[in-house]
C-alpha cells in the first residue's frame, strides 16, 4: 500500500510560480513510477507530467512543457512539481499517482493522492 499526500498549492498571480510536494509512504517508493495530474473545474482530469523510478524518463503535457518540471528525491519518499509562469488556465486541483511499470500519460494508476488546489488570477 502507497499513501500519497501533495501539498504547495495555493492562490497566485499569473506569472508566478509554486512548487508543489508529494510525500509518499512505503518501502518501494524508489521502484515506483510517479506522475502528476490536475482536474480543472467542471473539466475531466488530465495528465500533466510523469517522472519514471530512476528518472530516465520524463514526459510533459504540451500545455505545460518548458514551464514545468517533475523531480523526485527517492531518499526523501518525494517528488516535486516545479511551476513557472503561472496562467490562469492552470488553475486545478493536482494530484500525485503512483504506479508500478512503465511511465504512462493514462489514468492507469494504482495511487492517488487527495490533490492540492492550485488558483492562478489575473
Known amino acids: 500500500q502507497v499513501q500519497l499526500v501533495e501539498s504547495g498549492g495555493g492562490l497566485v498571480q499569473a506569472g508566478d510560480s509554486l512548487r508543489l510536494s508529494c510525500a509518499t509512504s512505503g518501502r518501494t517508493f524508489r521502484s515506483y513510477t510517479m506522475g502528476w495530474f490536475r482536474q480543472a473545474p467542471g473539466k475531466e482530469r488530465e495528465f500533466v507530467a510523469v517522472?519514471?523510478?530512476?528518472?530516465?524518463?520524463?514526459y510533459y503535457a504540451d500545455s505545460v512543457k518548458g514551464r514545468f518540471t517533475i523531480s523526485r528525491d527517492n531518499a526523501k519518499n518525494a517528488i516535486y512539481l516545479q511551476m513557472n509562469r503561472l496562467n490562469p488556465e492552470d488553475t486545478a486541483v493536482y494530484y500525485c499517482a503512483a504506479r508500478e511499470g512503465r511511465p504512462v500519460t493514462t489514468n492507469e494508476y494504482d495511487y492517488w493522492g487527495q490533490g492540492t488546489h492550485v488558483t492562478v488570477s489575473t
Open positions: 517522472i519514471s523510478w530512476r528518472g530516465a524518463t520524463i
